[in-house]
T-cell receptor
């Protein structure tokens, strides 16, 4: 999503519910996608990745879905926990991009309510 | 044992000063990066080095000069600091076609 003013898009979710974070990308040549989690005061941390030859990949409590037709990526977090509160970024990469450049989306803040 | 470590964590300095941020990785990666994160949390690449060679320079002012003495280190020197340089700077490293491992960031405040 797009940042509005100084505020990140925020997703408030009840503890135990599932979270879905969405990301749109613009470059149809992108073939590698990553989700990162950034907690306050820390650097972004790798969560899960997916290559363009797949449309779904699962990790521990997380699933990434890729829809290349509409250039859309989503991250699903199952049974959201307080420790999932953070800013989440999607990032894209192209095989022919020099220097393994990752281009990041604007970020979504997830707030988990107890 | 920290994989990507950068120092200092906080840096407060006056306009016009010159400062450096250091970064080291022990992951054996060939590629290292500097990213800038602004107050809206937007992450933008500044530089990429592969085995000490500059690969990406994303229209960063000449006041910013990266230096890579070896493939495990990528330092960032900033001359004549300006108010607009205030941000969080992240170092990262990666394998050739993989995700990055980021450092914990350096919060630079120019007053």
């Amino acid at each position: 999503g797009e940042s509005v003013g100084l505020h990140l898009p925020t997703l408030s979710v009840q503890e135990g519910d599932n979270s879905i974070i969405n990301c749109a990308y613009s470059n149809s040549a992108s073939d590698y996608f990553i989700w990162y989690k950034q907690e306050s005061g820390k650097g972004p941390q790798f969560i899960i990745d997916i290559r363009s030859n797949m449309d779904k990949r699962q990790g521990q409590r997380v699933t990434v879905l890729l829809n290349k037709t509409v250039k859309h990526l989503s991250l699903q977090i199952a049974a959201t926990q307080p420790g999932d509160s953070a800013v989440y970024f999607c990032a894209e990469n192209r095989a022919k991009a020099a220097g393994n450049k990752l281009t990041f989306g604007g970020g979504t803040r997830v707030l988990v309510k107890p | 044992d920290t994989a990507v470590s950068q120092t200092p964590k906080y840096l407060v300095t006056q306009m016009g000063n010159d400062k450096s941020i250091k970064c080291e990785q022990n992951l054996g990666h060939d590629t290292m990066y500097w990213y800038k994160q602004d107050s809206k949390k937007f992450l933008k690449i500044m530089f990429s080095y592969n085995n000490k060679e500059l690969i990406i320079n994303e229209t960063v002012p000449n006041r910013f000069s990266p230096k890579s003495p070896d493939k495990a280190h990528l330092n960032l020197h900033i001359n004549s600091l300006e108010l607009g340089d205030s941000a969080v700077y992240f170092c990262a490293s990666s394998p050739p076609r993989g995700g990055y491992t980021f450092g914990s960031g350096t919060r630079l405040t120019v007053v």
